[in-house]
């Protein structure tokens, strides 16, 4: 038998065909793209060759070939010719992209308008020509620097929080605080409630640590209360997961009753609720978050990365005093410090007034944005919040994996709904589209009309 025999060696990935559905070659494409996102085909892993994948499933090799190439053109894989297909470095538990030296319009990504970045950057380079910055590069102020603390409360209170500065750390963006918080205060079989669709990131880090994720239904208005109750009635949650202001990845805002209601059933069934929110400027005036309303059980937390820069990677974390010493031991169990510099970068911002005013050039560019993106697809929210990002049904005769691939043929990148649900029925119902991320007016303009004409042309066949 030749040395080179399937028998010979295990395939390095397999689909059972009775989890499948048509067309084939997509659903082939998902579940591989869900093995790489969440870690299970490590990268650089050779990929079964696609006419053994074919015999296995006993299906047509150009059905192996299309959902090959569905994960290529999504940077998921990649082809050495003669040597075979491989998982591409970098992607798992991350959001797929497309490189930024393509042709492609980006709209999956949220990227946080870059135009301010020379602002900050010569904020930077104030900072590191002081005489004495040396102690930027040392193994100091884990937890933030006392000015740091204060910038952050500031910070805070601009946008609605009050709390001391014994209630507020530093740490090296949202994904590092949520880490510390799961780490800290969960353990593994924990269960904590989130939205249908929710953050991926989240999904990862809570199959990571081996944490259970509730799925919760939702409407208008967010997360149902009633549907929470009735999951804290018949199931043992610890916590709940919630972005309260322009939930990523739906676009909800959440409205002060909702946010009442929840409050009262964390209360009632002692959760712990991590308060995700990024979103924050965004807000309108005068709605509290969930801090404010239920300030003993809620860890709340503020990243920079969407109002300043996403290089700087801070988040400040307010949480109850008595959560404070098991915070900081899980911050220094995980060892990632916030790096000093950018600390210091965002304290600067902050006390110079320069922070907010970038926040409010972001809005008004978002608000020019959001009058494009109405111009072609209408009002559809029941608000009028500036948001960075919409949450767009599609046909009923499409799926997401369909659109996001039809999107993709056609030079615009979006992301479907199946890479942030939380249960199967509700995977091929949205996109969601980013209208800060494409470079210019016109491109954004000239993405979102590809996608309508993808939505209003009812010849497109799809293939098994």
């Not at 884990?142 to 204060?150: D, L, N």
């Not at 509730?214 to 199931?235: F, P, R, V, W």
């Not at 008004?364 to 494009?372: C, G, M």
Request: aromatic share 12%; net charge neutral; charged share 20%.
């Amino acid at each position: 038998m030749p040395i080179n025999s399937f028998e010979n060696y295990p395939m390095t990935w397999k689909i059972e065909k009775s989890k499948l559905r048509k067309p084939y070659y997509q659903s082939i494409a998902s579940y591989l793209e869900e093995d790489i996102l969440n870690g299970t085909l490590a990268e650089n892993t050779k990929l079964p060759p696609q006419r053994e994948l074919a015999d296995f499933l006993d299906l047509n090799l150009s059905t192996i070939t299309r959902a090959y190439k569905l994960c290529e053109l999504k940077g998921l894989l990649y082809a050495v010719t003669g040597k075979g297909t491989f998982v591409s470095p970098g992607i798992a538990s991350q959001d797929t992209f497309i490189d930024k030296n393509t042709s492609f319009i980006e709209m999956g990504m949220i990227k946080p308008f870059y135009e301010f970045n020379h602002n900050i950057l010569t904020v930077a380079r104030n900072i590191l020509n002081c005489s004495d910055c040396n102690w930027i590069l040392e193994y100091s102020n884990p937890f933030g620097t006392k000015r740091q603390i204060s910038a952050a409360q500031k910070w805070l209170h601009h946008f609605g929080i009050n709390t001391s500065k014994e209630n507020i750390l530093l740490s090296a963006g949202a994904q590092n605080a949520l880490s510390v918080i799961l780490i800290s205060l969960f353990k593994a079989g924990d269960k904590i409630a989130v939205d249908s669709f929710t953050y991926t990131n989240f999904k990862g880090l809570a199959n990571f640590l081996q944490i259970q994720l509730i799925s919760i239904d939702y409407d208008e208005y967010g997360m149902s209360a009633h549907a929470l109750l009735q999951t804290c009635k018949n199931t043992e949650i610890k916590g709940l997961y919630i972005m309260p202001t322009c939930s990523n990845p739906t676009s909800i805002f959440m409205p002060p009753t909702r946010r009442q209601e929840i409050s009262e059933i964390a209360r009632k069934f002692h959760l712990i609720i991590i308060e995700d929110d990024i979103y924050s400027f965004l807000s309108p005036s005068g709605v509290e978050p969930f801090f404010n309303i239920l300030p003993e059980q809620t860890i709340h937390i503020c990243s920079v990365s969407k109002s300043l820069s996403a290089g700087l990677r801070i988040a400040f974390v307010t949480f109850p005093i008595r959560y404070r010493k098991s915070l900081l031991a899980g911050m220094l169990n995980i060892n990632l410090k916030a790096v000093s510099l950018n600390g210091e970068i965002v304290a600067e911002l902050i006390e110079s007034g320069s922070a907010f005013d970038i926040v409010h050039k972001k809005v008004l560019l978002a608000e020019k944005r959001k009058r494009i993106f109405e111009s072609i697809f209408g009002e559809f929210v029941y608000d009028d919040m500036v948001r960075f990002f919409y949450w767009i049904p599609i046909p009923k005769h499409m799926t997401s994996e369909q659109v996001e691939l039809l999107a993709l043929q056609k030079g615009v990148h979006i992301l479907g709904s199946h890479r942030f649900a939380m249960q199967s029925e509700y995977k091929s119902s949205f996109i969601r589209i980013s209208i800060t991320s494409p470079n210019t007016e016109n491109d954004l303009k000239k993405g979102l009309q590809i996608i309508r004409g993808i939505f209003a042309d009812n010849t497109i066949e799809f293939f098994v």
